[in-house]
């Protein structure tokens, strides 16, 4: 029997979240506090591969494909960085815009090479992020949510903390870039942190009604 999610949130459910990336699974765990975070890793779930054409496309492939292999409700999160001056990329390769399997940092390094090619040292960007998350995999009614951050891309790596072009990244308004603001400030700033909140309202008002 398929574990309901939406039912009450007075104990914690367990919500399985779509993805491998421990920096992901780490801001949920800080962004998700109502609810058990359990990775899809721990149940041995293999990703299919990502052939959607927009992130919600994605994320919702992800979210059922979770919930599919483990029988639990699950969240698929896909996000991604968003150059305008680079045709829009890395957008939705961002976790691969290196190669396929790149590591946070060749994706980094690449990036700033595609801007160094065009005579840039920074260009305007967005991250943003859609979730959604499924109570079983043939859920009619996903709930879904939004955030973006604006900013800018800068060749000028600063901070140890975040993961991903956290350290290139720089808000809107601020002289620190994303791997320099602490997890907290971090939380209520992101785009996945803008998308938690709206998925959280949207949850409440679900188990309300």
């Known amino acids: 029997m398929l574990q309901k999610l939406f039912t009450s949130l007075e104990s914690k459910p367990k919500l399985l979240i779509a993805t491998g990336n421990p920096g992901k699974l780490k801001e949920f765990a800080l962004l998700l506090p109502e609810f058990e975070v359990v990775s899809q890793k721990s149940y041995g779930i293999v990703p299919e591969e990502e052939i959607g054409k927009t992130f919600f496309e994605n994320s919702l492939h992800k979210a059922r494909f979770a919930s599919k292999s483990s029988g639990l409700s699950a969240l698929g999160d896909d996000s991604g960085l968003i150059v305008p001056t680079l045709n829009n990329m890395p957008g939705l390769y961002s976790a691969r815009y290196a190669k396929i399997d790149a590591s946070d940092a060749e994706n980094r390094d690449h990036l700033k090479n595609e801007l160094i090619k065009i005579n ?58 994303l791997a320099e603001i602490s997890n907290q400030e971090k939380a209520q700033l992101s785009h996945r942190g803008q998308a938690a909140q709206i998925l959280k309202n949207k949850i409440k008002n679900f188990v309300a009604k």
């Open 120 to 177: 840039l040292q920074e260009a305007k960007a967005f991250f943003v992020c859609v979730l959604v998350i499924v109570n079983d995999p043939t859920d009619p009614f996903p709930l879904i949510a939004t955030g973006m951050l604006a900013g800018t891309v800068r060749t000028d790596l600063k901070g140890e903390n975040g993961f991903g072009y956290d350290p290139m990244f720089y808000p809107e308004g601020y002289d620190l870039s």
